[in-house]
T-cell receptor, first 111, second 114 residues
Framework: GENVEQHPSTLSVQEGDSAVIKCTYSDSASNYFPWYKQELGKGPQLIIDIRSNVGEKKDQRIAVTLNKTAKHFSLHITETQPEDSAVYFCAAPLESYQLIWGAGTKLIIKP | KAGVTQTPRYLIKTRGQQVTLSCSPISGHRSVSWYQQTPGQGLQFLFEYFSETQRNKGNFPGRFSGRQFSNSRSEMNVSTLELGDSALYLC?????????????FGPGTRLTVL
């Protein structure tokens, strides 16, 4: 069945630096890859997603890249700010429009 | 537009008891999914309801059940609680059950089983 691996589990970066989180998936037919951000005490919130017909998508300081051949996709955050501190989850599609989720990455922005 | 609400926010129960959690989706959303979140395990899918019917079910024992009402509000029940059921239970709603639309999550119910 589908499997999603997310790395690293914890990432600590200096404010202003870039952060990269990577996920690998197993089902080559997968075609939708969202990233969610979960702040303390809140539920996850969609921050960006990509479909398999494009290789990269940007939204201000965040971007997602997709390598279908290698079956991995990555979240890139540039010019990190304190409000970027959160847990980030990737996901990949299962049947019936459900998602399978990565284990999460705790991003820490050091001042 | 109001977001997804979950009640209660915190619960403490003892082993063997049962618990019911409630979720009110965003107005107009007919799909409600439930997830269990534990440290290091990410989000584990429990089940999805759409128009009062269970559409999908994750790999959880029968002690976990749910239902959806005609106004799309949903409840999740866990019977015969075990220590391992301690977790954050999240519900998420989306407009349609037949596409990869954005899911909108509630803040969760933190369940502690003693």
């Amino acid at each position: 069945g589908e499997n999603v691996e997310q790395h690293p589990s914890t990432l600590s970066v200096q404010e202003g630096d870039s952060a990269v989180i990577k996920c690998t998936y197993s089902d080559s037919a997968s075609n939708y890859f969202p990233w969610y951000k979960q702040e303390l005490g809140k539920g996850p919130q969609l921050i960006i997603d990509i479909r398999s017909n494009v290789g990269e998508k940007k939204d201000q300081r965040i971007a997602v890249t997709l390598n279908k051949t290698a079956k991995h996709f990555s979240l890139h955050i540039t010019e990190t700010q304190p409000e970027d501190s959160a847990v980030y989850f990737c996901a990949a599609p299962l049947e019936s429009y459900q998602l399978i989720w990565g284990a999460g990455t705790k991003l820490i922005i050091k001042p | 537009k109001a977001g997804v609400t979950q009640t209660p926010r915190y619960l403490i129960k003892t082993r063997g008891q049962q618990v019911t959690l409630s979720c009110s989706p965003i107005s107009g959303h007919r799909s409600v999914s439930w997830y269990q979140q534990t440290p290091g395990q990410g989000l584990q899918f429990l089940f999805e309801y759409f128009s009062e019917t269970q559409r999908n079910k994750g790999n959880f024992p029968g002690r976990f059940s749910g239902r959806q009402f005609s106004n799309s509000r949903s409840e999740m029940n866990v019977s015969t609680l075990e220590l391992g059921d301690s977790a954050l239970y999240l519900c998420a709603s989306k407009a349609s059950g037949v596409s990869y639309n954005e899911q909108f999550f509630g803040p969760g119910t933190r369940l502690t089983v003693l």
